[in-house]
């Protein structure tokens, strides 16, 4: 008998294009505005993608491989250690992006994920979406990183 891993689901609203939010959400320099890391990839299917640090050192402290690009409504990857493949039991995240006339649904579903990760992500997603909430909203990231509150 297989167990299914949990998800975590999260959904914001965006006064934004569905164009913004997936350029957002797919641009390196953008990603390392609100993220504090750059995203990085060509966003094809099969490609890799690294979330590198900004502070210069070409680190990546994570990453995967592209499963879906449907710009601009839909993104899907895995989520995981750089480098690592795209197996069954990969962590994946999928991004929709839903334009309803001047904004946007922004739903993330994080699937595949163990216990522990499920409770990092559960602080990481919300703190991650509020800086690219309010950096599209009014050009600016969050005053501090939202995922250092205690």
Do not use: C
């Amino acid at each position: 008998m297989t167990v299914a891993k949990p998800a975590f689901v999260y959904v914001t609203y965006i006064h934004a294009t569905p164009q913004r939010v997936w350029e957002a959400l797919t641009d390196a320099d953008l990603t390392g505005v609100y993220w504090g890391h750059h995203n990085i990839s060509d966003w094809q299917p099969g490609s890799p993608w690294e979330h590198r640090r900004t502070d210069g050192s070409g680190i990546a402290d994570g990453g995967g491989v592209v499963l879906e690009a449907d710009p601009p409504h839909r993104l899907t990857m895995t989520f995981g250690e750089a480098g690592s493949p795209a197996g069954p039991d990969a962590s994946a995240v999928t991004f929709r992006i839903e334009a309803h006339h001047d904004i946007v649904r922004l739903t993330v579903t994080h699937g595949n994920l163990s216990d522990e990760d499920l409770a990092e992500v559960s602080t990481g997603w919300p703190a991650v979406m509020a800086n690219l909430k309010s950096l599209l909203e009014t050009g600016r990231a969050l005053p501090q990183a939202p995922w250092d509150m205690p």
